[in-house]
């Protein structure tokens, strides 16, 4: 297709945007495909009433009672969403996912992960990422509460920095690697015997008993291998002139979703610049916001373990008040972590205890 214009329009998106008029993206594939920008006299979240299914979602997963298994949130067949909390010490089993890929973010606590290639440690803000089959066992030292997003279709992926380079978003020796040294030390300074392994398998468990420890790795190497990657070591990409998309934030790439995770950073300078997130709709994903940390200025009244879910076909962008709020600010406090998903999700009957269910209201106050 060829680009096209008509009326009153922006030669540079999120821009200039005529005063007392509101700009809404509308594209395909998730911010990389075509893409147009209405110009609108109101606001894309006008609506009086939703009626169906097709509404906006706000969870207080601080609400729930979170046990060391996976407590699933949302999912489909190729993404699942869960909450877990270990309290403290070893757990009784080494695990395996035989399903797929495993990413544990760390939203509270700290503690180091046993594998065959190593120990790693982890803390606050940590992403895990484990390989499909690779065993694990947690060792928490300090009260523990994962977001667990679960990649059954394919393998993360690190995102296309193109033009920008290799060493953007994170240098590779940002991340952490396994140490087999210091495991073998770990397992002798504790007394730790692993000798059961719990599979998961076609969302079914079976259960392995060894005679002896499963850690007995005198060596490796290759290229595949459990790592952490923490936020404080990523560099959120930033224009000063002209706000990003975010898929500008992404972290992790599979087939069928993304992961992306939105840091503290200074706000665009540019007196015509737009500041908060621009109105548009989700058209190709699901968008999924876990709230990590920080003062979230897009909207009001969130803290910390909170999660939204914007399904496909739903316009949405900034809270009202924030769009006010925002000139005073010069920076952005906040770190969340966003899943952005292809195939639609559905919702666990967990979420509906804790769910807001007049959220959808909120952008008319």
Same mark, same amino acid.
């Given at each position: 297709?060829?680009?096209?214009?008509?009326?009153?329009?922006? /030669?540079?998106?999120?821009?200039?945007?005529?005063?007392?008029?509101?700009?809404?993206?509308?594209?395909?594939?998730?911010?990389?495909?075509?893409?147009? %920008?209405?110009?609108?006299?109101?606001?894309?979240?006008?609506?009086?009433?939703?009626?169906?299914?097709?509404? @906006?979602?706000?969870?207080?997963?601080?609400? +729930?009672?979170?046990? !060391?298994?996976?407590?699933?949130?949302?999912?489909?067949?190729?993404?699942?969403?869960?909450?877990?909390?270990?309290?403290?010490?070893?757990?009784? #089993?080494?695990?395996?996912?035989?399903?797929?890929?495993?990413?544990?973010?760390?939203?509270?606590?700290?503690?180091?992960?046993?594998?065959?290639?190593?120990?790693?440690?982890?803390?606050?803000?940590?992403?895990?990422?484990?390989?499909?089959?690779? !065993? %694990?066992?947690?060792?928490?030292?300090?009260?523990?509460?994962?977001?667990?997003?679960?990649?059954?279709?394919?393998?993360?992926?690190?995102?296309?920095?193109?033009?920008?380079?290799?060493?953007? =978003?994170?240098?590779?020796?940002?991340?952490?690697? !396994?140490?087999?040294?210091?495991?073998?030390?770990?397992?002798? /300074?504790?007394?730790?015997?692993?000798?059961?392994? /719990?599979?998961?398998?076609?969302?079914?468990?079976?259960?392995?008993?060894?005679?002896?420890?499963?850690?007995?790795? =005198?060596?490796?190497?290759?290229? +595949?291998? @459990?790592?952490?990657?923490?936020?404080?070591?990523?560099? @959120?990409?930033?224009?000063?002139?002209?706000?990003? !998309?975010?898929?500008? %934030?992404?972290?992790? =790439?599979?087939? $069928?979703?993304?992961?992306?995770?939105?840091?503290?950073?200074?706000?665009?300078?540019?007196?015509?610049?737009?500041?908060?997130?621009?109105?548009?709709?989700?058209?190709?994903? $699901?968008?999924?916001?876990?709230?990590?940390?920080?003062?979230?200025?897009?909207?009001?009244?969130? #803290?910390?373990?909170?999660?939204?879910?914007?399904?496909?076909?739903?316009?949405?962008? @900034?809270?009202?008040?924030?769009?006010?709020?925002? /000139?005073?600010?010069?920076?952005? $406090?906040?770190?969340?972590?966003?899943?952005?998903?292809?195939?639609?999700?559905?919702?666990?009957?967990?979420?509906?205890?804790?769910?807001?269910?007049?959220?959808?209201?909120?952008?008319?106050?």
């Amino acid at each position: 297709m060829h680009h096209y214009s008509q009326g009153k329009s922006t /030669k540079q998106a999120h821009k200039a945007i005529p005063e007392g008029f509101y700009e809404e993206e509308q594209g395909l594939k998730g911010f990389f495909g075509p893409v147009s %920008h209405l110009i609108k006299r109101k606001p894309s979240t006008r609506w009086s009433q939703i009626e169906g299914p097709l509404r @906006p979602h706000l969870f207080d997963l601080v609400k +729930l009672e979170l046990k !060391p298994e996976w407590q699933r949130l949302l999912y489909n067949h190729q993404l699942t969403i869960s909450m877990a909390q270990h309290s403290s010490g070893l757990s009784d #089993h080494a695990f395996k996912n035989a399903d797929g890929d495993t990413i544990y973010f760390c939203h509270q606590g700290q503690g180091h992960l046993l594998t065959e290639y190593g120990l790693l440690e982890y803390k606050k803000g940590s992403y895990i990422i484990i390989p499909k089959c690779i !065993p %694990h066992q947690f060792f928490v030292e300090k009260a523990t509460q994962f977001l667990v997003i679960e990649n059954k279709s394919s393998h993360y992926e690190e995102p296309e920095r193109g033009m920008v380079g290799r060493h953007a =978003v994170y240098d590779i020796n940002a991340i952490g690697k !396994p140490n087999l040294e210091l495991l073998d030390q770990f397992i002798e /300074k504790h007394k730790i015997e692993t000798t059961k392994v /719990k599979i998961k398998h076609n969302n079914e468990f079976t259960h392995f008993m060894y005679n002896e420890t499963i850690f007995d790795v =005198v060596g490796w190497k290759g290229d +595949l291998f @459990p790592f952490t990657l923490h936020v404080d070591d990523m560099m @959120p990409l930033m224009s000063h002139r002209s706000h990003l !998309p975010p898929s500008a %934030h992404t972290t992790f =790439v599979a087939r $069928d979703f993304v992961v992306c995770t939105f840091l503290p950073r200074p706000l665009e300078e540019d007196h015509d610049a737009l500041k908060v997130p621009f109105y548009h709709q989700n058209i190709d994903y $699901d968008e999924v916001l876990f709230y990590h940390d920080g003062d979230f200025f897009s909207r009001d009244n969130l #803290h910390a373990g909170m999660m939204t879910f914007h399904p496909a076909g739903f316009p949405h962008g @900034p809270h009202p008040k924030a769009v006010n709020n925002v /000139k005073s600010k010069t920076h952005t $406090d906040e770190t969340a972590v966003m899943i952005d998903s292809r195939q639609p999700l559905k919702k666990d009957p967990i979420l509906d205890g804790v769910e807001f269910n007049e959220y959808w209201k909120s952008w008319q106050t």
